[in-house]
């Protein structure tokens, strides 16, 4: 199982090379490199994605991405229901992503006040501010449950993270 994560991984992280970056877990909704300036999700609507969606824990779960850009300030966002266009609901704190390769998560807790609850259908939704002034987006759909284990094993073994966070003192 974990040389089938590995080889996945490897895979996806080939096929973007020349992508701006793409989301690996959650599974993104899809390929938006033409398009990838395109708010909210890149120009890759939801329909795509009836039947992409993946099992998220109720409390929280992983974002695995994989940026191409050196820098990028990074937010992370949430849009609960279906056929989502606001995604206002921050669950990163903004961030400055160092380096290129493959960034993770392995858990990201939800807000408690959402009265999230098993069945809930989501957008996750992933903005880079690129050096050069460019807004890339990129959106992953989720379906909250109870019993969802997680990304597949061996997913989160090739991260590197380097994270600097934005605050009111920067």
Not at 54 to 76: E, I, K, N, S
Not at 101 to 115: E, H, R, V, W, Y
């Amino acid at each position: 199982m974990q040389f089938l994560s590995v080889t996945l991984l490897t895979a996806v992280s080939a096929s973007t090379v020349s992508a701006h970056f793409a989301v690996i877990y959650p599974y993104w909704r899809g390929n938006s490199y033409p398009t990838q300036w395109t708010y909210p999700c890149g120009g890759v609507n939801q329909s795509i994605s009836d039947t992409n969606r993946t099992a998220w824990p109720v409390d929280g779960g992983a974002l695995v991405f994989t940026p191409t850009h050196d820098h990028a300030q990074t937010f992370v966002n949430l849009g609960m229901g279906n056929n989502v266009t606001r995604l206002n609901i921050t669950i990163v704190p903004t961030f400055n992503q160092t380096g290129n390769g493959t960034f993770c998560f392995p858990k990201i807790t939800l807000p408690k006040d959402l009265g999230i609850k098993a069945g809930d259908n989501a957008s996750i939704q992933v903005i880079q501010l690129t050096v050069n002034g460019d807004a890339l987006y990129n959106c992953a759909d989720i379906t909250l449950k109870a019993d969802a284990v997680g990304p597949p094993e061996g997913i989160l073994s090739g991260c590197i993270n380097t994270v600097r966070r934005m605050s009111k003192e920067n």
